[in-house]
């Protein structure tokens, strides 16, 4: 399946991502820990862009996550705010190579805390959405000054 950059999922995948978060609720500190974990093992020079602590930065993803997800059915009325986020994300030093790692280490903590109930299917269907918010974030690089 080739990623989507506007976020256009089917309804099949809306509610295996919906159906994942109500999970992932339940196991969100395991989750935070799992994912900064492994991306800071992956890409151990961002660890230096995250100025406030890991427990407030988890608390962000996680509403974030949430955020996106409520936001299933109209993701091009989300797609500003991401692009802002993303300008924001570019000031604290965050690059373009820096999403492919971070999408790689959320997939990998969501498979860690869902284990058998994070299938192929559900992990596509993140995996989707995921690139959909990186490319909206990312649309984020043009409005930021350099």
Request: no cysteine.
């Amino acid at each position: 399946m080739t990623p989507d950059a506007n976020g256009a999922l089917t309804p099949q995948q809306k509610r295996l991502v919906r159906e994942s978060l109500e999970s992932l609720r339940e196991y969100s500190t395991s989750l935070t820990k799992l994912f900064y974990g492994r991306l800071f093992e992956l890409a151990p020079q961002v660890r230096g862009l995250f100025k406030t602590s890991l427990e407030e930065q988890s608390r962000k993803l996680l509403d974030m996550l949430v955020t996106i997800v409520e936001a299933l059915d109209h993701f091009e009325e989300l797609r500003p705010r991401l692009a802002e986020l993303g300008a924001k994300h570019v000031t604290y030093g965050a690059r373009p190579e820096h999403y492919d790692v971070l999408r790689i280490a959320l997939l990998w903590a969501i498979t860690q805390a869902l284990e058998q109930e994070f299938d192929r299917d559900t992990k596509a269907a993140w995996d989707q959405l995921l690139h959909a918010v990186s490319a909206a974030m990312l649309e984020g690089e043009r409005i930021t000054p350099a």
